[in-house]
C-alpha cells in the first residue's frame, strides 16, 4: 500500500460538478474530471412539465449533484491512477445560496410525486433573483429596526440568500414551505448525502444567512416581516454549525458505492466555492482579495479588524480563515454575460470566422478587440445584465450599452462588456480600501483567467497586478486542502494551504498608456453607475415592473 496520502475535492459550481484528485503532501493534482448537470439550469421552464417559469427564477435538480458524486469522482480516481483506499478524505464546495426544500432525512420535496411539478419545490439556485420584492421589505424592516445585524452585510440583504428565498417560498407556496422540514443549503445538503450527517457550514450560515456573533435574526423580526415566518430560523433553519476544516462524518457505505472510495473515509463540513479558494491561492493573510471568476465572481479576502464595507455581501468572524474576519463581495454577471453575448447576439459570420482562426468566439472576439485602441469603440457598459451585487445589491438593476452606431462592430461590444465587468471590479475594490479594509494584492482564480488579453485588461483598469492560482481547479483544490485538514494531515487550513496551494504572483502589470484611458472610461462609468444605480433614474425598476405585469 502506499504511503501517500491523497484527497478529494468536489467543486459543484453552476453548470456542473468537477472532481480533482489531490496529493496531500504538496498539493499535486494528479486528475480531474467534470460531469455536466442533466437538466442544467431552468430558467424559462421547468423540465417535468414543460411549464413556462416567470421572470429571474433559476431552479436546478438536487438529482444532479448526486450524478457528480457518481461519475466524475470514480473517473477522475481511475485517471489518477492511484488506489482508491489511498483517499483519507473528500471534502466539497458549492455555489453560495444556493438552497432547497427537504424533509428530515433530506429527501428533495422535488423528488415527491406529489410536488415533481411545483416549481417552489426545486432547488433555487444563487442567480434566482425573483425574491427581490422580499429582499426589499426585509431591508426597509430593518433598517426601521435599527436591526444591529444590517451593517454586517454592506446595509442590504440580497434577493439571493437564504431568508428572502425562504420568504418567497412562504409567500408563494406556503404548502410547500409547511412541508418541508428543513430549508437547506446545497453545500449542506451534498454532505448529507456523503456522510448522512447534517452539519450546517459556518461559512454559509454566516454570509447567507445573517447568523452574527451567534445569533439570528430575531423572532420579532421575522414576525415583523409575516407572521407566518415567525417560526423560520427555529423551525426550518437553526442546526448545528460546523466549522471550516472540521469533520462533519465519514463516508457511508452508499456513499462509497457511489465515488468508489472506501467507506469510513472523513467528509469535510461543507463551504464555499468562492471562500474555499483562498488557501488553494495561499491567500489566507489580510489584504490578498481573490477574486474567482466564472459565470458570476466572488471577492474574498481576509482582514484582521472589523470594518464595514458598504454594500459587502457580509463579514464574518473566521468566515474564510480562522481568527480573521472574512470579507465578500461580489458581481452576479460576468462571463454570463460574455456568454449571453455570443449566444444571444453573435451572428453567424463571425461564429465562421472564429471557427476559421481555430478560436472560440470568445477568444476570437477578444483577440479581435484587442487590436484596436483603448477607447476606439467610444462606447461605456454597465455591468448589470444579472444585477448589481456589490455594491449597490440591487437586482431589479440590468444592463446598458451607451454609444452604439450603425457602424459598431461585435468585437466593440463584446471588448465594451468585458471593461464593464473591470470597472465593477474596480469599483469593489476602491470601496474596500475607502473603508480601512486596503485591498493589497489581486488574485485571480476560475475560468476566465485562462484569457490573456481579458487579465490584461483588469491589471491595467485596476492600476494594479493581478496574481492567479496556479491550478486550473481553484475550488476543487481549496476544498481537498480543508479535506486534508479534516482527516488531521494538517493542523490547520493556513498550514495546509502553504504546503498544498499555489499562486504566480504580479503575472499581469498594468500598462501606463493603457490606465490611464481606462481612468478616464472609469469615470464615465462611474457617472453612469450612480445615475442608474443610486437614484438618479429610477428607470431600470420601472421596466421590471411593466414586464412582470405584463408577463403575471
Known sequence: MSTEAYVVGVDFGSLSGRAVVVRASDGAELADAVYEYPHGVMDEVLASSGATLPPDWALQDANDYVDVLKHAVPEAVALAGINPGDV????????????????????????????????????????????????????????????????????FISSEWEFAKGLQLLEEDPEIYRRMDHWVEAADWIIWQLCGVYVRNACTAGYKGILQDGEYPSTDFLTALNPGFAGFVSDKLEHPIGQLGDAAGTLTAEAAAWTGLS??????????????????????TPGMMVAIMGTSTCHVMNGSELREVPGMCGVVDGGITPGLYGYEAGQSGVGDIFGWFVDELGSAAVSEDAAAAGKSVHQYLMDLSDTKPIGSHGLIALDWESGNRSVLVDHELSGVVVGLTLTTPPEDIYRALVESTAFGARTIVETFNASGVPVTEFIVAGGLLKNKPLMQVYSDVLGMPISIIDSDQGPALGSAIHAAVAAGVYPTVQAAGEAMG?????????????????????????LLHDYFGRGGNDVMHRLKAIRREVLA
Request: glycine share 6%.
Open 263 to 284: 467507506e469510513g473515509i472523513t467528509v469535510a463540513v461543507g463551504n464555499v466555492d468562492a471562500h474555499v479558494t483562498a488557501p488553494a491561492a495561499k491567500a489566507t
Open 88 to 155: 483519507v478524505a473528500i471534502g466539497t464546495d458549492f455555489t453560495a445560496c444556493t438552497v432547497l426544500p427537504v424533509l428530515s432525512d433530506g429527501t428533495p420535496l422535488s423528488n415527491l410525486p406529489e410536488y415533481v411539478n411545483r416549481p417552489h419545490a426545486y432547488v433555487k439556485l444563487w442567480k434566482h433573483h425573483a425574491a427581490q420584492p422580499q429582499a426589499d421589505r426585509i431591508n426597509d424592516t430593518a433598517r426601521e429596526r435599527g436591526e444591529s445585524w444590517l451593517p454586517r452585510y454592506g446595509g
Open 502 to 526: 499555489k499562486i504566480r504572483h504580479a503575472v499581469y502589470t498594468p500598462r501606463p498608456e493603457a490606465q490611464a484611458m481606462y481612468d478616464r472610461l472609469f469615470a464615465e462609468y462611474s
